[in-house]
Each structure stands twice: as structure tokens, then as C-alpha cells.
């Protein structure tokens, strides 16, 4: 009988310790993971209580709370919320929170620092603090009707380059976050965003990787630079080349020699978009360092933005077969519109590649200063020398581009195969040396331009337009 008391007790002892290293675990490793899952309605019923803070960007309020007749706190989106959507978020009683509004619930909600569930039991009268974008408003609704009007799918991401501050994140197609706070028209709401094959819930600047296309190229010839290469050295223009060990040839554009020549420079290939020289120097360059310019750029990084992102990939890198494919932006690289503006706001910023932002800074609701975000460099992804050199070959490739109308903009225009029969994606980044703003632009599926739709025909006009009606900024290095 005692012995079937003490297994007993040992027993019951021994599930109160797992459950108490359960709740730690909870409380001190998960809280983060449980407390913003958008599926918690908790953490949206508990924002209701208190003033939230208000999320802004040049001036304008792009979220805001105020009180209903119940005394509790309801969001509302006022400046530009479809242009703004896939960014600021919503903060939903019935669908949780997403965008910034998720990823900065803490600062918003006056949460900062305190683990939530002292701040229950201390039952404080909270009130959020605000925060302020890098967004430039007029940049970003530029973004977004350059692609909505045209009735593109895709994004525009814009950077100012010496600091690493995100302008734009243009997405199309978008949503207007009123209508899922607002009771009358939430459910129909949802039901068609979330039916919707084009997602226009996902931020597709930051979180939508596409293979690349030709724009990869730039870091293929970066990869090209450290290795010796020039740009008079000499690589083939011939309308196709075999992949190594194998029976696959991949073709210049519309099966032509590189400029009508089977021998080109490294500066004609890249102007005229050659695969077949970019493939040899590809391979000649080898693995090892195709991989660490690929990662110098960003490609594969997560960046931690407060908001959703994806990382992209280079995709393994087998044998010589698979590094030729790879080497012009097609197998298994992809990448994402911000950062492909990143990479060539690495080479306008004189190869370093600084820490993205999206937050300028956080304010009490007296607008004094909580913290300000300072300019941060991640790597050196190339020389000085070697990105002036890739600047000359960008300005190049640019006056060669469809629409070229004179200006002065270092550029690189893709077209990515990613299907049989279906319309390319098309590409286009650049920068201006004259300004402190880069861009990065991608339209999905050809936009409406079918199969023979390229860079330079579809996605090079918006980029343009949008580093035309840039602000001018001083360059802080």
C-alpha cells in the first residue's frame, strides 16, 4: 500500500515539473511566438483597450486609433491604404494583425521590454508609441499605380543606398485594410482576398522570390571582377554553348550571336545580355566564388524588417551544369523585389551593402524621440574600383535598353524563363549616380505583353519613372 503511495506521489511529482518547464519554456523562449501569431485574438482584444500608437511615413498617418462609443479603441487606415496596404498591415477583431501592424504590435502597443505576463498582472494604463517609416508616401504611391494602372502583377522596391533606407515597396495587386476592420465589410472582404490567386495579402516586395532572370548577372560579373576578369576580356558570343556533360544548350536572346560576333568582351556581353559568355565566365569563375558574391549581395538573407520577408536562395550548385544555369539568374536562384534593389544600391553605395531599414524612428505620444535607426553595413561585396567598373557596364547596359531616353542610370534589365508556355517574369534595377535611390522592379508573368515580353519593354518604364520623380538626397559617404 505505501509503495503505491510513493509511486503515486513520485508520479504526480513528476508531471508538476514538466508542466512547470512547459510554462517556462512558454513564458520565457515562446511568448514572442504565441503573443504575435495573427491568429491570436487575445493580443487584438488587448489593443482594443488602449490608445495605440499611430504608424506614419513623411507625415502622413497610415494607421490610427480611436475611441468608439463603447470606449474601446478601433483602428482606421486614412492616408493612401491601398498604396500602403501590404505594408502597414491590419489589426483585425476577427483576422489578428499582419504587416507592420504584427511585427511592431510591442511599440505600438507600449509593450516594449516587459514580459507580457507581468504586464498583465500590473494592469498599467498603456499607451502606444508611434512609429515612423522610411517611406517616402509620394515614392510609394508611385510604386503602386505604376504597376495597378498598367494591370501588373508584381513590385517595386526602392532604397536610398548610403543608408540602407527603404523609400518604396510598391505590391500589386493590394488591398484596402478598412475594409477588413470594418464589421460591414470584413467576411466578403476576407472571402475575396483570400480566394484571390494573386495573394494580394503578401507583400510581394519582400516576401514573393522569383528567379531573376539576366539581372543576376551583376553579381556572375562581380564574381567575374575578383577572379581577373575585365572588361576587354574576351569570352564567347556564339548563339548557344553546351552545358558541361550534358546534351542541354542554353541560347543567347532569339538564338543570335552575342552582337552578330562568336568572340565578345566582357562589356559587350554584358551589354547586349549574353547568356552564352556569362555561362563560360560563370564556369570558369567557379562554384566557390559565384556562392560568396551571390551571399555578399544578400542573396539568401533574411532580413529582420518588422515586417514579412523572404530570403530567396542561390539553390545548390552540383556540377559545372548547374553553376551555368545559375550563373544567368535561372535553375534555382531567386530573389525578391527589395532585394534586388539592394543589390544595386550595393553598387551605387561603392560595393557596400548596408542594413535595410523600414523604421526611422519610434515616438512617444508627445512625439518625443524613443530610438532613431542608424545606418549599419552589413558587407563589402565588392571593391570601389570593382563597382565603378560595374557602374560603366550598368550605364552601358542601360543606353542599349529599350525606351533609353537619354539619362544617366546604371542599369540591368531580366527576363526569366520559369515555365513551359508561360510568359516570362521581367526585371529591371538601377540606380542614379547623380541620386542617392536605387530600384529594383519585377512584373510577373510578362504583365500583358505575352511571351515576347522582356526587361526592358515592361519593367524598365516603371523604374524609370520612379527614380525621375525621386526626391533629391545628399549621399551620406
Known sequence: MNRSIRWGALFALLLILVLLVNITIIQAFSDDKY?????????????????RGQISAGGQVLAQSNANEEGN??????????????VVGYLSNQFGAAGAE??????????????????????EDKHGNNVELTLNPQMQALAYEQLSNNGYEGAIAAIRPSTGEILALGSSPSFDPNQLVNPATSDQTWAELTNDPAQ?????ATQETLPPGSIFKIITTAAGLQKGYSPSSTLTGASEIT????NTQLTNYAGQA???????????????????????????????EVEKKAKAFGIGEHYDLGIPTSAGS?????DAAALGQSSIGQRDVTMTALQAAIMAGTVANKGSRMQPTIV????????????????????QAVTEDQAKTLEQLMIASERNTAGYDGNRFASKTGTAEHGDGLAPHTWYVAYDPNNDVAVGVVVKNGGNHGQSATGGQVAAPLGRAMLNAAPAMRREN
Open 102 to 123: 504584427a511585427g511592431f504590435n510591442d511599440v505600438l502597443s507600449g509593450h516594449t521590454g516587459a514580459n507580457k505576463a507581468l504586464r498583465i498582472l500590473a494592469q
Open 360 to 379: 526611422d524612428r519610434v515616438t512617444k505620444p508627445d512625439l518625443s524621440e524613443v530610438s532613431s535607426t542608424k545606418p549599419e553595413k552589413i558587407t
Open 73 to 86: 479603441f478601433e483602428r482606421s487606415y486614412p492616408s493612401m491604404p491601398v498604396s500602403f496596404g501590404p
Open 314 to 318: 542561390l539553390g545548390d550548385l552540383p
Open 35 to 51: 503573443a504575435n501569431n495573427p491568429l491570436n485574438s487575445r493580443g487584438v482584444i488587448e489593443a482594443q483597450q488602449i490608445p
Open 243 to 246: 552545358l558541361p556533360n550534358t
Open 258 to 288: 552575342c552582337n552578330g560576333s562568336d568572340q565578345v568582351t566582357l562589356e559587350t556581353a554584358f551589354k547586349f545580355s549574353c547568356n552564352t559568355a556569362f555561362v563560360q565566365m560563370g564556369i570558369d569563375v567557379g562554384k566557390d
Open 200 to 204: 494580394p495579402l503578401i507583400n510581394k
